[in-house]
């Protein structure tokens, strides 16, 4: 079955400071991996994608996000952090296989920039 | 603003009452969707359309009734729901190529729902 884990519910990072926000997943092929924002009382943006080639996409905002296909991971990353990044992030897989129009999203990370 | 837009933004509805959501998009995509965003859950898709054509219904009970006249808009029909369906309710359009999965999806600001 096709899932996403999102395992902090919270991260707090100080502004200037790198951030991470943890993602896996679990597809039974090969995954289209995306990472999506949401701020208060507004629907979801996308953020990045992969879908194949460098492991190393980059997106908005100055976010990136690293593929690990052994570790099953997607996590989203930022070198320096900005009180602006405050917002809930989602993680979502769709399966290639799958001819659908399914997308699996994870619980979501709330993430907090401490001025 | 992602060119779907989602009216209206706050609902209060009793058990009894029959309501209707909208979701129109402005984007020229062929794939629209209707999800339930819950606190501490995964948002969860609930219905999914293609050129008109549901292709998804992921059991969700019958008090939830799509329409989807035309690719452009999508309606939520609501009826005798539950406090449990008290909830952000979410609208989403994608372009996809047939055959393929590569496209991002793009999101409405969603409708506050709460079922008394």
């Known amino acids: 079955a096709q899932s996403v884990a999102q395992p902090e519910d919270q991260v707090n990072v100080a502004e200037g400071n790198p951030l991470t926000v943890k993602c896996t997943y679990s597809?039974?092929?090969?995954?289209?991996l995306f990472w999506y924002v949401q701020y208060p009382n507004r629907g979801l943006q996308f953020l990045l994608k992969?879908?194949?080639?460098?492991?190393l996409v980059k997106g908005s905002y100055g976010f990136e996000a690293e593929f690990n296909k052994s570790q099953t991971s997607f996590h989203l990353k930022k070198p320096s952090a900005l009180v602006s990044d405050s917002a809930l992030y989602f993680c979502?897989?769709?399966?290639?296989?799958?001819?659908?129009?399914?997308?699996?999203f994870g619980t979501g990370t709330s993430l907090t920039v401490i001025p | 603003e992602t060119g779907v837009t989602q009216t209206p933004r706050h609902l209060v509805m009793g058990m009894t009452n029959k309501k209707s959501l909208k979701c129109e998009q402005h984007?020229?995509?062929?794939?629209m969707y209707w999800y339930k965003q819950s606190a501490k859950k995964p948002l969860e898709l609930m219905f999914v359309?293609?050129?008109?054509?549901?292709?998804e219904n992921n059991s969700v009970p019958s008090r939830f009734s799509p329409e989807c006249p035309n690719s452009s808009h999508l309606f939520l029909h609501l009826h005798t729901l539950q406090p449990e369906d008290s909830a952000l309710y979410l609208c989403?359009?994608?372009?996809?190529?047939?055959?393929?999965?590569?496209?991002?999806?793009?999101f409405g600001a969603g409708t506050r729902l709460s079922v008394l």
């Open positions: 992969y879908i194949t080639g460098d492991n």
């Open positions: 984007l020229g995509h062929n794939a």
């Open positions: 359309y293609n050129f008109k054509e549901q292709t």
């Open positions: 979502a897989v769709r399966d290639i296989i799958n001819t659908g129009n399914q997308f699996y």
């Open positions: 597809v039974s092929g090969n995954p289209y």
């Open positions: 989403a359009s994608s372009q996809d190529p047939a055959g393929t999965a590569k496209n991002i999806q793009y």
